[in-house]
């Protein structure tokens, strides 16, 4: 069995690697908790001192990376080098913070001392998506190597290389050997490594019905899981909103990494008084955008990572106009390279509202007023992030609070920000990421009592 990386814009193969032996799978475990007592043991500041050359290594070597990353996922150049950028800038943030997320919380109580600790799991297991496939994965790495756990990598298929190259990094700035590893395996295998004792728990970003399995599996051995899903993200827009930066930054947050993003603005829901104008301004601002080659300085967007996702997108675009949507941008592709698509009349019961849309497709959905919007936004079985434009932000106030989301960002681009935590409700997940709350999802909360 091997795993063979595809350019997506020429559809040139780049190599293959060989997947691993059930054999060197077992060692690769047993070498990761082997790691764990003696990584787990260092001092906090001992720790901090690897990461520091993580940081530096990662600014060094960024266009290496990011080359491969663009060779292999498609996004553009500048996109996968601002990519290893916020890699380094996650660590910088732990850096900062982690002695403070780390420290024992004293709690006054009768008992002469009680305290909670936060002590590392053990070996966890990252099952990650080839989307931004250094930031998912440093995403949960940062965090969670620095409290002490060791990591397991079950990277996408398609990103084989920027696998091995994130393992090639810890290696490069002298960890450990064992604290943390890339598999290459079969998702099939993904079932054997969680159900071995050595592994405590599991991390996934990816689709729902991998999230359903993974989650099942963990369950049924009692392991700790945090999900990452789906979205199908909503941007409200109201007509007090300021519509030129609404529809700049809606454009740009749908069409970004070629529409490949669960944080993306998906249903673009907005108030009827203000929708013509809006969607005027949207287009303008989709017409900017310049394909090509990824590594092009001129190229504003590249191709979808894989053929049969751009076949996904035209069919999900094709059921939708079938069911009464109208193309007002789009609808040609040559291969992976699928033109910004932009469908109107777009209402719950059609593929693009209900369905995840996973590159670059964006729908107006049109709202009589806000609280229809909420509703229109609410009526989703997603809850990742979402959008709120209105210049009132008393009323922002009030409004995000009744958004069913992980997130809302008030006009702004949503986005995952490591001083916030990041995750989902609803078919979008469980558990959060980033900040001191994600930090501290892999850890043992543990009690101290002392009469």
């Known amino acids: ?189 993904v079932e054997t490594v969680l159900k071995d004792s050595r592994v405590k728990a599991v991390t996934l970003t990816g689709s729902e019905k991998a999230g359903a399995s993974v989650a099942s599996i963990a369950g049924s051995q009692i392991k700790k899981s945090v999900l990452e899903l789906g979205g199908s993200d909503a941007l409200i827009v109201l007509a007090d909103a300021d519509l030129e930066k609404a529809a700049e930054v809606a454009a740009h947050s749908r069409m970004q990494n070629a529409g490949q993003s669960c944080i993306a603005a998906k249903r673009f829901i907005v108030e009827k008084a203000v929708k013509k104008e809006f969607t005027d301004r949207v287009l303008h601002h989709i017409g900017l955008i310049q394909q090509g080659d990824p590594m092009s300085e001129s190229t504003t967007m590249g191709p979808v990572a894989r053929l049969d996702l751009a076949e996904a997108i035209d069919k999900q675009c094709a059921d939708t106009v079938q069911q009464g949507a109208r193309i007002l941008h789009g609808g040609q592709r040559d291969g992976c390279n699928v033109q910004p698509i932009l469908l109107d009349n777009v209402k719950p019961g059609m593929t693009a509202f209900d369905e995840e849309t996973f590159g670059p497709l964006a729908v107006i959905v049109e709202a009589k007023d806000e ?78 009592w002392m009469e």
């Open 1 to 189: 069995m091997n795993f063979t990386s595809v350019n997506p814009y020429t559809q040139k193969k780049l190599k293959s690697y060989p997947a691993l032996s059930s054999q060197a799978l077992d060692q690769k475990i047993k070498q990761a908790d082997q790691a764990f007592n003696g990584w787990s043991e260092l001092s906090l500041e001992d720790r901090m001192a690897y990461f520091r050359k993580i940081a530096a290594h990662l600014r060094s070597e960024k266009q290496r990376y990011a080359e491969l990353m663009t060779a292999e996922m498609g996004k553009t150049l500048k996109e996968a080098m601002a990519e290893i950028e916020k890699c380094a800038v996650g660590c910088d943030y732990y850096l900062a913070n982690a002695p403070r997320f780390l420290a024992d919380l004293t709690i006054e109580t009768e008992a002469k001392k009680s305290f909670v600790a936060y002590q590392p799991l053990g070996i966890v297991l990252a099952v990650m998506p080839w989307n931004f496939p250094f930031w998912q994965v440093f995403r949960f790495a940062i965090p969670s190597l620095l409290a002490g756990n060791v990591g397991l990598l079950k990277h996408a298929a398609n990103v084989s290389g920027c696998s091995l190259a994130i393992e090639e990094i810890f290696r490069a700035c002298d960890f450990p050997a064992g604290v943390f590893q890339s598999l290459l395996i079969e998702s099939k295998t």
């Open 371 to 448: 609280r229809d919007a909420i509703k229109l936004a609410n009526q989703s079985n997603y809850g990742l992030g979402s959008a709120l434009w209105t210049q009132d932000l008393e009323r922002a106030d009030r409004l995000a609070r009744q958004i069913q989301a992980g997130s809302v960002f008030v006009n702004s681009l949503m986005r995952s920000d490591p001083r916030v935590p990041f995750g989902g409700v609803k078919l979008s997940g469980f558990g959060r990421e980033l900040s001191e709350v994600g930090m501290k999802e892999f850890l043992n909360i543990k009690t101290v």
